[in-house]
């Protein structure tokens, strides 16, 4: 059984001014699919159920997406247009009576928050469809929203289809819809091809609407960046950056310390604690987590998988893959750790380096805590390091080697020095 509100997300474009094989809405922004932002957005807003209408790439984009709860997979056979696409739900929606949240899967910067403002309208109003519109200083691209004298919606008329006073016409239609079901079906039932794409449009649906005496109205709720459609590079580059600034601006307003927004790159799916300091040209990618009062950059790179507690200093040209820092360890200059955990107060050295890949497997280095780590030295993974052990500068620790708790190990390979060398 469907549970409503119900957000049907069309994804089943190619996006050939892409110029990829890769289905559109999986391209990435900040680290995540374009589609992942848009069903998050339906979800934050108040829906319980996603339908995502899938075409070109279906079974790429059924991966991306496979495990969400709540999300349900209809398949537009042949591209006929947006009023096909969403009639692909129909099967999946027989019977249901209630709101239906219509967006597009290659908007990734639409907000939950005015999403969940056009549901609470349609609460309010009873209307068969509310329009999500926005006013923007340059509209092309885009469908206009025509209004009478008095300012009531009459229709969309998509761009290409404009005369040149329609084109001037600022308020512009996203392609995000609140629809009452089942009267969508009814006005999609009234849809033909009579239009330069020779295509269904869903955006003639809410004057089919009108003209069946329901209640339609477009509302100027969202904002130019939220409506930034990914069609080439050159807008997903653009969708980049601004996604990265609201994914700085929220870290900064939790009390994180980026120094340099512009030439700092963060995740998406990074958290990060308070009173961090991010310095500049740092690179932060994938499932990050960073605790508290850590000191990052500049010039570091912190890959995915990896965590940082509390207190963790990573300093300039150091990258960090898949590995576990405890608290109050550091890693000041050009070192490497990949596939490592560090205990709590461990010193690495500068050129330091874990080992970890063979050329077949990665392998794990654990280190204890309270060890310092020389200048140079090359931990050959598997290795197990003791706790408070000094490793000299430059020494090889050798593969499968167990260093015992408070040795001193030095040289090519490494061997433990005499804890009382004068005896």
């Known amino acids: 059984m469907i549970q409503g509100p119900v957000a049907i997300i069309l994804a089943a474009g190619h996006?050939?001014?892409?110029?990829?094989?890769?289905?559109?809405?999986?391209?990435?922004?900040?680290?995540?699919?374009?589609?992942?932002?848009?069903?998050?957005?339906?979800?934050?807003a108040g829906a319980k159920t996603a339908i995502v209408v899938v075409g070109y790439g279906a079974d790429q984009v059924r991966s991306c997406?496979?495990?969400?709860?709540?999300?349900?997979?209809?398949?537009?056979?042949?591209?006929?247009?947006?009023g096909d696409a969403v009639r692909a739900c129909q099967?999946?929606?027989?019977?249901?009576?209630?709101?239906?949240?219509?967006?597009?899967?290659?908007?990734?910067?639409?907000?939950?928050?005015?999403?969940?403002?056009?549901?609470?309208?349609?609460?309010?109003?009873?209307?068969?469809?509310?329009?999500?519109?926005?006013?923007?200083?340059?509209?092309?691209?885009?469908?206009?929203?025509?209004?009478?004298?008095?300012?009531?919606?009459?229709?969309i008329v998509e761009e290409r289809d404009c005369n040149p006073e329609e084109r001037k016409i600022t308020e512009v239609n996203p392609s995000c819809y609140v629809f009452e079901l089942p009267s969508l079906w009814d006005a999609l039932d009234k849809l033909d091809?009579?239009?330069?794409?020779?295509?269904?449009?869903?955006?003639?649906?809410?004057?089919?609407?009108?003209?069946?005496?329901?209640?339609?109205?477009?509302?100027?709720?969202?904002?130019?960046?939220?409506?930034?459609?990914?069609?080439?590079?050159?807008?997903?580059?653009?969708?980049?950056?601004?996604?990265?600034?609201r994914i700085q601006d929220r870290l900064m307003t939790d009390g994180v310390s980026i120094v340099d927004p512009r030439n700092t790159y963060i995740d998406g799916r990074a958290s990060i604690g308070q009173d961090t300091v991010i310095l500049p040209f740092t690179v932060i990618t994938g499932d990050v987590k960073i605790g508290s009062n850590c000191r990052i950059g500049p010039f570091a790179h912190i890959r995915p998988g990896t965590e940082l507690e509390s207190g963790v200093e990573v300093g300039a040209f150091?990258?960090?893959?898949?590995?576990?820092?405890?608290?109050g360890a550091t890693a000041r200059h050009l070192a490497y750790?990949?596939?490592?955990?560090?205990?709590?107060?461990?010193n690495v050295g500068a050129t330091a380096v874990t080992a970890n890949f063979d050329g077949k497997n990665k392998s794990r280095t654990v280190i204890g805590p309270g060890t310092m780590v020389g200048s140079g030295a090359v931990l050959v993974a598997p290795v197990n390091i003791g706790a408070n052990v000094t490793i000299g500068a430059n020494a090889v620790v050798?593969?499968?080697?167990?260093?015992?708790?408070?040795?001193?190990v030095v040289g090519v390979p490494a061997r433990s020095l005499p804890k009382n060398p004068g005896v």
């Open 65 to 82: 997406l496979e495990g969400t709860p709540d999300v349900h997979f209809a398949t537009q056979v042949q591209q006929l247009g947006t």
């Open 337 to 346: 750790l990949g596939d490592a955990h560090l205990g709590a107060n461990v």
């Open 91 to 155: 099967p999946l929606l027989e019977g249901y009576s209630g709101p239906a949240l219509v967006l597009v899967g290659d908007e990734p910067l639409i907000r939950p928050e005015p999403l969940s403002d056009l549901l609470q309208r349609h609460k309010q109003d009873k209307a068969a469809c509310l329009l999500g519109t926005a006013i923007v200083p340059d509209p092309t691209g885009f469908g206009r929203i025509l209004r009478d004298s008095a300012g009531r919606f009459l229709r």
């Open 398 to 408: 050798t593969r499968g080697q167990e260093v015992p708790d408070g040795t001193t």
């Open 15 to 44: 996006g050939k001014r892409m110029k990829s094989d890769k289905a559109k809405v999986l391209h990435e922004v900040c680290g995540r699919p374009m589609i992942r932002y848009v069903v998050d957005a339906a979800f934050g």
């Open 193 to 245: 091809t009579r239009n330069a794409q020779g295509e269904y449009y869903l955006t003639d649906a809410p004057q089919w609407l009108e003209s069946m005496n329901r209640k339609v109205v477009a509302l100027p709720v969202l904002e130019p960046d939220d409506i930034l459609g990914v069609n080439t590079r050159q807008h997903l580059s653009q969708a980049h950056a601004i996604m990265q600034a």
């Open 318 to 327: 150091v990258e960090v893959n898949r590995s576990h820092m405890e608290t």
